[in-house]
C-alpha cells in the first residue's frame, strides 16, 4: 500500500466517499460533513497503521521517532509541487495538512527541521467527561485579519483563547457573572 498516494486521493474524494473510508480505516462510522476532519482522521488512521520507517526520496530509510524530527533534507523545497510538499509536511511533521500555501509549507518544515515546532500528531483537546461542541462562525475575511493583527499584538496564544477571553469579558459586562466565570482564565488574557 502506497501511503502517500492514498492520502493524495482524499482530496479528491467526496464526503459520502470519505465516510466509507473513515469507516474502512478507522471501524467506526462517521456522520461528519467535514471534509478537513474525515481527511485528517482518515491520514491519521493510515499513517498509524503504516510501517514505522519512511523513505526519503534519495532511496534511504530513515526511522521515525515519535516527538523528533528527522535531519534536514538537502533538496530545494521550493522546487517541489503542492502535492510533494504536502508529503513531504507529513513525513517531517509528523501529521497531514490542509494548506496549499507553499510558503506556509516550506517553513512550517523548515521549523521542524530544525527542532522549534512539536512534531507528530496533535493531543487530543478532550477531556473525560467533557463533551466539546464546535460554534460556526463567519466572518469577512479582512475582519478576521484585523481581529487576527489585534490578538497577536497583545501576544494572546490563539484565536480561540482570545475568542473565549472576549467572550467572558462580554458576559461579565452583561451581568451574566455566573457564565462570565467559566471564561475567568481566558478573560484575564484578554482584559
Not at 140 to 146: G, L, M, N, Y
Amino acid at each position: 500500500m502506497n501511503t502517500k498516494k492514498e492520502i493524495t486521493k482524499l482530496a479528491k474524494m467526496k464526503v459520502n466517499e470519505l465516510q466509507a473510508k473513515f469507516a474502512e480505516v478507522t471501524g467506526e462510522k462517521t456522520r461528519s460533513p467535514n471534509k478537513t476532519f474525515l481527511i485528517r482522521k482518515i491520514t491519521e488512521a493510515v499513517q498509524a497503521k503504516a510501517p514505522t520507517a519512511a523513505t526519503s526520496p534519495s532511496g534511504s530509510t530513515t526511522a521515525k521517532a515519535p516527538g523528533k524530527a528527522k535531519a534536514p533534507v538537502t533538496e530545494k523545497l521550493s522546487r517541489l509541487e503542492v502535492p510533494e510538499l504536502q508529503a513531504r509536511y507529513l513525513e517531517v511533521v509528523g501529521r497531514p495538512t490542509g494548506s496549499t500555501n507553499k510558503a506556509y509549507m516550506i517553513w512550517k518544515i523548515r521549523e521542524a527541521q530544525k527542532g522549534r515546532i512539536p512534531v507528530g500528531p496533535r493531543k487530543n483537546a478532550h477531556r473525560e467527561g467533557v463533551t466539546f461542541k464546535v460554534l460556526p462562525l463567519r466572518m469577512e475575511a479582512a475582519v478576521v485579519d484585523k481581529l487576527d493583527e489585534a490578538w497577536r499584538s497583545r501576544r494572546i496564544k490563539s484565536r480561540t483563547e482570545f475568542f473565549r477571553g472576549a467572550l467572558g469579558h462580554y458576559l461579565k459586562h452583561l451581568g451574566a457573572e455566573d457564565v462570565a466565570a467559566l471564561f475567568a482564565n481566558d478573560a484575564a488574557v484578554a482584559a
